[in-house]
């Protein structure tokens, strides 16, 4: 019997990466337009792990799939942890990355190189009817560039330097980025759980 997943995210970059991350998992992957689903929910919570259980309960409730959802975003350190959990409307909530990318920067100033430090963080949730949710975590550290660098990727990766790559994420290719990532991490602890959780079902 086909085992499915449901990636409860609106972002096509975030699915792509996920599929790409989960693939040695035994369940097929589907997507939230996949199922029409609606692509928003309200995630009211004040921290990442709270934000992605919320969603991966809802979605697990609308679908009754098994559900992995993600919350994610940016800390730079000189600016006391923003954007953090407001990672995506940072700018307001119609603007584009290159809106919230040009915001990060323009906050930044000429603020010294040694004092850019930031990171990635993510907490994936896995939620099904019936069962306990549980989380994983995965984070990458950087420092934020002076200006955007590289096509590839979204969101802040355009200005996320990675110094042992020399590169800003934007840069890699999805297979550096893949080895790297904050998701990448989350999501190696995620695709164990799954096959754990796989291997107990009838």
């Not at 972002?11 to 029409?36: C, M, Q």
């Not at 940072?90 to 915001?103: H, I, M, N, Q, V």
């Not at 560039?145 to 934007?170: H, I, N, S």
Request: glycine share 10%; proline share 6%; hydrophobic share 35%.
């Amino acid at each position: 019997m086909e085992r499915r997943l449901l990636v409860a995210t609106g972002n096509p970059g975030k699915v792509l990466e996920l599929a790409e991350l989960l693939r040695d998992t035994p369940y097929t992957l589907v997507s939230l337009r996949d199922l029409g689903l609606p692509t928003e929910i309200d995630e009211p919570a004040d921290t990442f792990e709270g934000n992605a259980v919320i969603k991966a309960e809802a979605y697990a409730r609308m679908s009754g799939l098994l559900t992995i959802a993600d919350d994610s975003g940016l800390e730079v350190d000189a600016l006391d942890g923003a954007p953090g959990v407001h990672s995506r409307r940072f700018a307001g909530e119609d603007a584009s990355d290159d809106d919230r990318t040009a915001l990060v920067l323009q906050r930044l100033g000429d603020t010294p190189w040694e004092r850019r430090t930031a990171r990635y963080r993510c907490v994936l949730a896995l939620a099904a009817p019936g069962e306990p949710t549980v989380t994983c975590e995965g984070d990458c550290s950087g420092i934020i560039e002076y200006g955007p660098r590289g096509d590839g990727g979204f969101g802040y990766d355009p200005v996320f330097f990675l110094p042992e790559y020399g590169k800003t994420v934007a840069e890699l290719s999805l297979e550096e980025k893949n080895q790297v990532s904050h998701r990448a991490r989350a999501a190696r602890k995620a695709a164990a759980l799954l096959i754990e959780w796989d291997n107990r079902q009838p």
